[in-house]
């Protein structure tokens, strides 16, 4: 069984259409994440949530709202997408925030 | 506000040498990560370091971290073209809500 799952893994969309990017881990923890990596390969924290409460929310524009219905999930809804949207975006998780995290296979998005 | 540096950002070098990645951390940070990406996939956590000191070793890849210094260290003895990937190191922000900062990875490539 993965441990940590995304999807979609590609995920092509136009300009002003509206997305999401599910995650579930399967590993009991606490903690879940939402990164983004850009074309040069930087890696930055968007959000993270513990036991389904928003911890952190970094500088991200209002179209990204995430939501963790649950402690083993936690999605990324996308609005409005704009051409500086494209990445690959990482869901992790941890046991919390001091542990190692476990990251997803990642979501490339691509806004044409 | 925690900035991590980490050179060289590019490293080609030949099967069966030895080289080091280096790690800076900019403010105190009580725990190092490192963590290997192949291309086009996950993260994958290498090693979590706590204290200073500390030294953690796996295969042909051994980390250190010297708190004192803000530094952390990625040692590669007899490289193999397995071993070819990115490696990131990333600090753990502290006070408030503890988040991990990334730095810019370090592209090994290790030629025959």
């Known amino acids: 069984d993965t441990a940590v799952s995304q999807t979609p893994k590609y995920l092509v969309t136009q300009m002003g259409n509206d997305k999401s990017i599910k995650c579930e881990q399967n590993?009991?923890?606490?903690?879940m994440y939402w990164y983004k990596q850009d074309s040069k390969k930087f890696l930055k924290i968007m959000f993270s949530y513990n036991n389904k409460e928003l911890i952190i929310n970094e500088t991200v524009p209002n179209r990204f709202s995430p939501k963790s219905p649950d402690k083993a999930h936690l999605n990324l809804h996308i609005n409005s997408l704009e051409l500086g949207d494209s990445a690959v975006y990482f869901c992790?998780?941890?046991?919390?925030?001091?542990?190692?995290?476990?990251f997803g296979p990642g979501t490339r998005l691509t806004v044409t | 506000e925690l900035k991590v540096e980490q050179n060289p950002l590019f490293l080609s070098m030949q099967e069966g040498k030895n080289y080091t990645i280096y790690c800076n951390y900019s403010?105190?940070?009580?725990?190092l990560y490192w963590y290997r990406q192949d291309p086009g996939k996950s993260l994958e956590s290498l090693f979590v370091?706590?204290?200073?000191?500390a030294v953690k070793q796996e295969g042909r890849l051994m980390a250190s971290l010297d708190t004192k210094a803000r530094l952390s260290t990625l040692h590669i003895t007899a490289a193999v073209h397995d071993l070819s990937a990115t490696y990131f190191c990333?600090?753990?922000?502290?006070?408030?809500?503890?988040?991990?900062?990334f730095g810019k990875g370090t592209k090994l490539t290790v030629n025959p």
């Open positions: 590993l009991g923890h606490d903690t």
């Open positions: 370091l706590l204290s200073n000191g």
């Open positions: 403010t105190t940070s009580d725990r």
């Open positions: 990333a600090g753990l922000t502290q006070g408030g809500s503890e988040k991990l900062v």
């Open positions: 992790a998780s941890s046991q919390n925030m001091w542990y190692e995290q476990y």
